[in-house]
Structure formats: structure tokens, C-alpha cells
């Protein structure tokens, strides 16, 4: 999967509103998957799980995440 994909699956999900979804993309994808993203993407995801209420801690997780992926 190239990281365009990846990084309009991001746009999607943050323009609909879909953290949920978003963040089990996220999860299976990235942080336990192969792929590669672009740095400015995850930022962008975690900014929105960030905003969206109830998944403050969940975006906390992500970054805690993501100094132990090599992908990111």
C-alpha cells in the first residue's frame, strides 16, 4: 500500500469524522503493519483523535506507539 493511500484514507477519515474507524486503521496498518506514512499524516491523525471528545487518551497511546514503530 503506498503512503498516498494511506494519506487519503487519513483525509477521509478525519474530513467524515471518523475516529473510531480512523484509529483502527491506524492501529492495524501502521503500528502493527509494514506500511510506511508520511510524518505530516500522523500528525494530522492524532491532532483530530486529539480534538475529538473521549479520545484524548487514545491519541496519547498512538504517540506513546509510535516511538516503538520503526514505520513512523
Not at 13 to 26: A, N, R, V
Amino acid at each position: 500500500m503506498s503512503k498516498q493511500l494511506l494519506d487519503q484514507i487519513i483525509n477521509i477519515g478525519i474530513d467524515q469524522k471518523y475516529p473510531t474507524t480512523l484509529g483502527k486503521i491506524m492501529r492495524d496498518l501502521i503500528i502493527q503493519g509494514d506500511y510506511n506514512i508520511h510524518q505530516n499524516s500522523f500528525v494530522k491523525f492524532v491532532m483530530f483523535m486529539e480534538k475529538c471528545k473521549g479520545y484524548e487518551e487514545d491519541a496519547k497511546k498512538f504517540l506513546l506507539l509510535s516511538t516503538q514503530s520503526s514505520h513512523l
